[in-house]
């Protein structure tokens, strides 16, 4: 049996310790735990990547978590590959699930997470919301396209054909 992967950016909390009238957790990433979320995500790197979280307990339960995800993310420009620093600032929402509790289908509901003996792993619920967050498609503010692919339209294999009836000339 082999064991589970350590998250990158470990902040394991038990929901017995949010208590009845909540608590707030302020999330700061290290050096090498920006580094090693960067190589996960697959960009050039993470400068900085802190959370706030106002941590509730709910009836059933569970644990409501709201806050805020404040990151600097380095990332190579789809079309020059140069690097590409961009600001990542967004609202945290989601619900840390006791133990057996099944998550909810629903697809407008909030997040459910489900938990471990008990204990909720903030900083993975953050580090997955920063991977949601990023950009797909970072430019560079002057990264043009080349004029093959900006006449293919609405078609993105227009681009590709041109390219191969040039290279076939």
Not at 88 to 110: H, K, M, Q, T, Y
Not at 131 to 150: I, T, V
């Amino acid at each position: 049996m082999s064991a589970e992967p350590r998250p990158e950016f470990p902040r394991p909390l038990a929901l017995a310790l949010v208590g009845e009238t909540g608590r707030e957790e302020h999330l700061v990433a290290t050096t090498a735990e920006c580094a090693a979320l960067a190589a996960r995500f697959g960009i050039l790197g993470i400068g900085r990547l802190t959370a706030t979280l106002r941590l509730r307990p709910e009836a059933d339960g569970a644990v409501l978590a709201e806050g805020r995800l404040s990151a600097e993310v380095t990332q190579a420009c789809g079309v020059t590959l140069e690097p590409v620093v961009q600001q990542v600032d967004e609202p945290l929402a989601f619900r840390f699930l006791p133990a057996g509790a099944e998550p909810d289908e629903e697809p407008d509901a909030i997040d459910e997470l489900e938990t471990r003996h008990g204990v909720a792993e903030l900083g993975e619920a953050v580090a997955e919301a920063l991977a949601l967050a990023l950009d797909p498609y970072p430019r560079a503010p002057d990264a043009e396209l080349p004029p093959e692919a900006q006449d293919a339209g609405d078609n993105p294999f227009g681009a590709l054909a041109s390219l191969q009836r040039g290279g076939k000339r």
